[in-house]
């Protein structure tokens, strides 16, 4: 069909014209190179033997009986079975108008007779060359159409998996507000990509005892959203066991160290807040500070970090902080998606950012602490999206 498929095979040339010595010569002369040459006397000869396939080139007279040069180059490039086949066109014709005739019905090129033996075979070998080129480029586009085919496949799949992960992480997380007898929490969270790497959940045990918990994963994507799945089984299992926060880290530290892999890390602040006795009480690993406002005079204090992130070492003993709570104080937990969320000048919004803002409405509802921290925290960037996954919480302790 067309073009000979097979790049190893020796290439057959059709040779037509309807002057014996000519074809001969000319036969001879591609033989001797090592070319197949088959001839035909006239058009319709040379339609025929087109028409069978495994032709590679045609070497083409334009002046025929029965059918002229013109009409069979016409004929051939109209068939989608002949329509590829190179046609050098070889005649007395040199006027220019006829030469760009030919060109213009498909011709591949046109030499002029009588014709240059050495001539002949260059443009030959040429025009062979072109098909050869044109023959690795429609493999290589066929084969880059089957890979593009199987990425989109692939993509397909993964954005379906990782849409169900979405589903499922959403399952595990509790509703962003939550009302307890002496405490209101409120949390907002932004994922950086399409599954989040930072963690929060709250639960009140049998005792009346308040557990929340905020943490971020090291790193980004699933394997850092599987993890931060995992710590959802570590805080329900072990906060229900009237461990103090200090004892609940040290465990949860000690089962991290013996299955995250390298590199893998969490830092967290865990809290117990006692209604009865108005008593907070937490462990910060490594997270970045926590601050609680005081309504009497509005002062805020920071709670850093003394401890190493969790999954570092082990055994490893966390310090433990306890405030005595009033009504109206409140705390606001982050992570530090906030805080590195950075402008054009590469300056971070930083933890004095959001002391700000607690400033300016840590009077107001816990609502509105939470939406006009994040909006100041986008007006600062840059730009709005921030890079890394964003969770904000705000405690707030009634009467």
């Not at 069909?1 to 040339?13: E, Q, Y």
């Not at 040779?15 to 197949?36: I, K, M, N, S």
């Amino acid at each position: 069909m067309g073009v000979s498929s097979n790049p190893r095979a020796t290439p057959r040339i059709l040779v037509v014209d309807d002057e014996p010595v000519f074809v001969h010569q000319t036969t001879e002369c591609l033989r001797a190179e090592g070319y197949d040459v088959v001839a035909a006397r006239n058009g319709r000869e040379a339609i025929a033997i087109a028409d069978k396939g495994g032709i590679d080139l045609i070497l083409l007279d334009v002046i025929m009986p029965v059918l002229n040069g013109v009409e069979v180059t016409k004929i051939l490039k109209r068939n989608t079975l002949t329509s590829e086949i190179p046609i050098i066109v070889i005649s007395t014709m040199t006027e220019y108008k006829d030469r760009v005739e030919f060109f213009r019905i498909g011709a591949s090129d046109y030499m002029p007779k009588p014709i240059d033996n050495g001539e002949l075979l260059a443009r030959v070998s040429l025009q062979l060359q072109l098909v050869k080129l044109r023959g690795e480029v429609e493999e290589a586009n066929r084969a880059l159409q089957q890979k593009n085919r199987m990425l989109e496949q692939n993509i397909a799949r993964i954005e379906h998996d990782l849409s169900v992960a979405r589903s499922l992480q959403r399952a595990i997380y509790p509703a962003p507000e939550a009302e307890f007898p002496g405490l209101s929490l409120h949390f907002w969270h932004e994922s950086s990509e399409n599954l989040r790497s930072d963690y929060f959940d709250y639960l009140q045990d049998e005792s009346g005892t308040i557990h929340v918990i905020i943490a971020d994963v090291s790193g980004h994507g699933i394997a850092s959203a599987l993890l931060a799945a995992q710590f959802k089984v570590l805080f329900v299992g072990l906060a229900r066991q009237g461990l103090a926060p200090r004892e609940f880290m040290e465990q949860v530290n000690q089962l991290l160290v013996s299955f995250l892999t390298e590199g893998y890390y969490f830092t967290a602040i865990y809290l117990q807040y006692h209604p009865a006795r108005r008593q907070l009480s937490l462990v910060n690993a490594g997270h970045v500070p926590l601050l609680y406002r005081e309504r009497a005079g509005g002062r805020i204090r920071q709670v850093e970090s003394t401890n190493s992130p969790l999954g570092f070492f082990a055994p490893e003993k966390y310090a433990e902080v306890q405030i005595p709570v009033a009504p109206g104080d409140l705390v606001m937990l982050l992570t530090d998606g906030l805080t590195e969320h950075s402008n054009a000048a590469g300056a971070m919004f930083d933890i004095e950012g959001v002391i700000a803002c607690l400033k300016e409405h840590g009077a107001g509802s816990p609502r509105e602490l939470l939406h006009h921290t994040i909006r100041r925290a986008k007006e600062f960037g840059a730009t709005p999206v921030f890079s890394d996954d964003l969770t904000l919480g705000v405690m707030a302790f009634t009467g």
